[in-house]
């Protein structure tokens, strides 16, 4: 695995971020670095969303 420094110095998560939030920073964040996974608990509910 690696981490794309560029891509999170630019892309921090927001401090206390909402689901939403913290849902649409994994989708971009597996799109751009591979350091880690999406927590299972969000893949969970995006599924329950219809992602």
Not at 22 to 51: N, V
């Amino acid at each position: 695995m690696n981490i794309n420094e560029k891509w999170h110095r630019a892309n921090r998560m927001p401090k206390n971020p909402s689901l939403e939030q913290r849902i649409k920073w994994h989708q971009e964040h597996a799109k751009y670095c591979t350091c880690r996974p999406i927590p299972e608990k969000l893949i969970i509910e995006m599924k329950k969303r219809g992602g």
